[in-house]
């Protein structure tokens, strides 16, 4: 019985590989379109990618075009070719802006920057097309069913590059003053940051980073700049604890205060 049913499924298998050989070489691009919808659906996604990549282009100005080129994207992502996918729906989206797939492409387009989007010490292109991408699907599709699973995708994206800011200010602060102010760097990578994630769940370790850095300047600054500079952590301290004031960073931020209010004479 086992080597009957080992004998189907190898005739299965060479059957269903010399029709994709016969597929590959033929000259009908409709007999491709069919074969690569087939494919997607028994998720043969490389066979799929293979064959509908031969016609898409045969089809410009015709009625299957978005068929072909909507179901090669798709192929592409299922494939977890992000990279592919979203050249292929970007074209989708543009030579038809009102296509039946568009808010489909526009949303697949984006959340494929997502999945492939690398941790944050790499390059961030990814994470910034990712965000572009979706926000541009939000903008088109305000009321799409997919809008929320956009918006979590776009902060997840945010904290990460919020994330990669917060390392690089931290980096900074790490230097101290080696070969110059570090400290001031970091206080201005921190900030900017903070401008421009305010919603981030990075913000708060970035503002105890920038507290931080104000009172290693202020420790290491020369004797007739200390009061005026301890004076400046104060008020940052107060900024500080008015956000957070029951944050993880409460005790040492309070020991920050009490070593400021000493040096400033509070």
């Known amino acids: 019985?086992?080597?009957?049913?080992?004998?189907?499924?190898?005739?299965?298998?060479?059957?269903?590989?010399?029709?994709?050989?016969?597929?590959?070489?033929?000259?009908?691009?409709?007999?491709?379109?069919?074969?690569?919808?087939?494919?997607?659906?028994?998720?043969?996604?490389?066979?799929?990618?293979?064959?509908?990549?031969?016609?898409?282009?045969?089809?410009?100005?015709?009625?299957?075009?978005e068929d072909a080129l909507y179901l090669l994207a798709l192929s592409h992502y299922e494939n977890k070719d992000y990279a592919s996918s979203g050249v292929y729906f970007k074209n989708y989206y543009t030579r038809f802006p009102r296509g039946k797939y568009t808010e489909l492409a526009r949303f697949y387009c984006g959340y494929g920057y997502y999945l492939d989007s690398p941790d944050p010490q790499l390059d961030q292109s990814d994470t910034m097309h990712g965000i572009e991408e979706l926000q541009s699907f939000l903008d088109y599709f305000p009321k799409s069913d997919k809008v929320n699973i956009a918006q979590n995708a776009i902060f997840e994206l945010q904290d990460k590059l919020t994330l990669k800011e917060l390392q690089n200010a931290q980096l900074y602060y790490n230097l101290g003053n080696y070969m110059g102010n570090n400290y001031e760097?970091?206080?201005?990578?921190?900030?900017?940051?903070?401008?421009?994630?305010?919603?981030?769940?990075?913000?708060?370790?970035?503002?105890?980073l920038v507290l931080k850095a104000k009172f290693q300047e202020a420790d290491q600054s020369i004797e007739e700049k200390k009061a005026d500079r301890f004076r400046e952590v104060i008020d940052e301290y107060?900024?500080?604890?008015?956000?957070?004031?029951?944050?993880?960073?409460?005790?040492?931020?309070?020991?920050i205060l009490k070593i400021a209010m000493r040096y400033a004479g509070e």
């Open 185 to 208: 760097s970091a206080i201005i990578v921190a900030r900017n940051a903070i401008k421009s994630y305010p919603y981030s769940r990075y913000k708060e370790d970035l503002e105890m």
């Open 1 to 65: 019985m086992k080597k009957y049913i080992l004998i189907a499924l190898s005739a299965l298998i060479l059957s269903s590989c010399g029709e994709y050989n016969r597929v590959l070489k033929s000259n009908d691009p409709m007999v491709k379109l069919n074969y690569g919808k087939k494919a997607f659906e028994q998720k043969k996604y490389v066979q799929a990618t293979t064959v509908l990549g031969d016609i898409v282009d045969l089809f410009r100005g015709k009625e299957e075009a």
């Open 238 to 255: 107060y900024s500080f604890i008015n956000n957070y004031p029951d944050g993880p960073n409460r005790k040492e931020a309070e020991n």
